[in-house]
């Protein structure tokens, strides 16, 4: 059925002007573009994100890089868009993320604390309509 999925181009992906290329793919998929913002998030903001991840070793540096610079924030559309997208997307790790994923493509090891992979996508309907509601 119909799902709404909330996509996040993280701070190194404005950075690189690769905005534009990464929205362009998601699009070019079919994926319809539901609303769009650029936004500098803040900590309570990216605590509630992140819920899921406090604790974990890379959970500081985590929200440290995803406050280092503004992320566009957007809502996609589609059939089956939750999973479609994190195809898409590709491995968490860009270093092995598969050559024509956003990831596989775009990113590398950057030798920080936490994995520089440019995009964030929801893992399921729940994670996407929590998120939406905390982004939009
Ligand atoms: P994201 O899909 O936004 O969800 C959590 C983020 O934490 C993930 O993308 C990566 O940016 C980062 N991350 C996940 N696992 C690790 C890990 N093992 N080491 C470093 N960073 C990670």
Do not use: C
Request: without cysteine; negative net charge; proline residues 4%.
């Amino acid at each position: 059925s119909t799902e709404r999925t909330l996509v996040l181009v993280k701070p190194d992906g404005v950075a690189r002007n690769l905005s534009g290329a990464i929205l362009s793919r998601i699009e070019a998929k079919g994926y319809v573009l539901a609303d769009l913002k650029l936004v500098q998030a803040g900590r309570d903001q990216l605590e509630a994100h992140y819920a899921e991840h406090l604790g974990k070793p890379f959970y500081e540096p985590l929200l440290e890089f995803m406050l280092s610079g503004p992320v566009v924030a957007a809502i996609f559309e589609g059939e089956r868009v939750i999973e479609g997208f994190r195809s898409l997307a590709g491995a968490t790790d860009p270093t092995v993320a598969a050559p024509g994923t956003i990831r596989g493509d775009f990113g590398r090891d950057w030798g920080q604390k936490v994995q520089q992979n440019l995009v964030h996508g929801s893992d399921s309907v729940e994670s996407a309509e929590r998120e939406i509601a905390i982004w939009f």
